[in-house]
C-alpha cells in the first residue's frame, strides 16, 4: 500500500521550532528568544544613546539572512550586495522608528525585500504580469506527474539538480520569489511573512501555495528537459 | 467528506505546513491513498520545499563583512539614527 505522508514528516526544525520545547536543562525555546530579543532591545538602546558600534553586534547574525533575501529577489550577487548594504544603513538610519512589538529580523527583512524591490523597478526586470494580483486568482493546473518518483529524492541530491532549482527560482514572478525566500528559505511564519509584505495572511498562504507549485512545475520542465533523449541529427 | 483533486490543490501548502485540521487530513490522505496524480504531486512539492530548505545555502561573497563594515564606518559616523 502507498505510503500516505503525515504533516508530521513535513516538519523541518526551522519553520517548526514549537515555543514549548525544552532544548537543555530547564529552559525552553521561547526562553531562548526571549533572551535574544533582550539582547537585541539593550544593543538597540546603546545605539540609540550614541555608541554607533554596537550597531555592528546587532546585524552580526543577520549578515548572511538579508543578502540571500536580496539575492533571491535579484538573482545578482554584485545587486544583492549593494542592496543588502543599503538595507543595513536605512535600518541604521531608522532604527529609532523601529517599534519593538515586532521581532528586529522581521522588521530588518521588510526593509531589505523593499530595498531589493526599489532595485528591480530600476532594473525595469519585472513585468507588469508578474506584480498584478490577477496572477494569483487565475486558475492554475499543476502538471501532472505519472509518477512520484519523476521526483525522486535521491536525485535531489545531485548537484546538477540543485542547479535546475536555482534556475526554476530565477524563472518565478517578483512576488512568488519573495515568499519562497521568506517562508520556504528563511522558514519565516505566515504572519512575519504577511508584516513584511504587507499582506493578509490568507493572502500570504494563497500566494505561497501559487509560488509552490509554479516552482515545482519548473522544476519538473527542467528535470524532463535534461532526461529528454536528444533527436539523431542527420 | 469526499475531496476531488481540485480541493487537494488548493490545500496542498496548508497540508505541508501542517496547518490543517485532522478531519481535512484524513481526508486528503485518503484522497491521496487512491489518487496517483495527487500523490505525485503532493511528494514533488514536498521533495522540491526540503531541497530548498536545505541546500539553499549560498554562502556569502568573499569580504562580504570587510565591506560591509567599512561603508557602514563611513556611513555611521557621520549619521545619527532617527
Known amino acids: 500500500m502507498r505510503r500516505v505522508l503525515s504533516p508530521l514528516f513535513f516538519v523541518t526544525f526551522r519553520a517548526r521550532l514549537h ?7 530547564g529552559f525552553t525555546v521561547a526562553d531562548l528568544f526571549a533572551d535574544k530579543k533582550k539582547r537585541e532591545f539593550e544593543l538597540i538602546d546603546r545605539i540609540l544613546s550614541g555608541h554607533h558600534e554596537s550597531f555592528y553586534d546587532l546585524i552580526a547574525p543577520y549578515e548572511r539572512r538579508v543578502f540571500m533575501t536580496a539575492f533571491d529577489i535579484l538573482q545578482v550577487e554584485a545587486d544583492a550586495e549593494e542592496v543588502a548594504q543599503e538595507a543595513f544603513l536605512k535600518a541604521f538610519r531608522s532604527l529609532r522608528s523601529f517599534r519593538r512589538e515586532a521581532q528586529f529580523s522581521t522588521w530588518l527583512l521588510r526593509i531589505t525585500v523593499n530595498e531589493a524591490r526599489m532595485r528591480l523597478r530600476k532594473r525595469r526586470e519585472v513585468s507588469l504580469d508578474s506584480l498584478s494580483p490577477n496572477h494569483e ?14 521526483i525522486p529524492g ?21 512576488n512568488y520569489r519573495e515568499i519562497i525566500t521568506l517562508r520556504d528559505v528563511n522558514g519565516l511564519s505566515t504572519a512575519e511573512s504577511a508584516e513584511i509584505l504587507g499582506l493578509s495572511q490568507g493572502n500570504v498562504k494563497v500566494r505561497l501555495l501559487r509560488a509552490r507549485i509554479m516552482l ?16 539523431a541529427t542527420p | 467528506m469526499k475531496l476531488d483533486c481540485n480541493h487537494i490543490w488548493r490545500e496542498l501548502s496548508n497540508y505541508l505546513d501542517g496547518e490543517i485540521s485532522p478531519d481535512i487530513r484524513r481526508d486528503i490522505e485518503a484522497h491521496v491513498a487512491q489518487c ?3 500523490a505525485a504531486l503532493l511528494d514533488s512539492t ?9 541546500e539553499r ?8 563583512s570587510a565591506r560591509l ?3 557602514l564606518q563611513r556611513e555611521l559616523a557621520t549619521l545619527r539614527p532617527d
Not at chain 1, 19 to 25: A, F, I, Q, R, S
Not at chain 2, 46 to 54: G, R, S
Request: proline fraction near 5%; include cysteine.
Open chain 2, 69 to 71: 563594515r567599512e561603508k
Open chain 1, 216 to 231: 515545482r512545475d519548473l522544476f519538473v520542465e527542467r528535470l524532463r528537459s535534461r532526461t529528454r533523449p536528444r533527436e
Open chain 1, 19 to 25: 515555543l514549548g520545547v525544552t532544548v537543555g536543562l
Open chain 2, 57 to 64: 545555502r549560498l554562502e556569502l561573497p568573499v569580504g562580504f
Open chain 2, 36 to 38: 496517483r496524480h495527487c
Open chain 1, 137 to 150: 486568482e487565475a486558475d492554475y493546473t499543476p502538471i501532472l506527474l505519472a509518477d512520484w518518483r519523476e
Open chain 2, 46 to 54: 514536498h521533495n522540491v520545499i526540503v531541497l530548498i530548505a536545505d
Open chain 1, 154 to 174: 535521491e536525485a535531489l541530491l545531485r548537484d546538477e539538480t540543485r542547479r535546475l532549482l536555482s534556475e526554476s527560482i530565477a524563472a518565478l514572478p517578483e
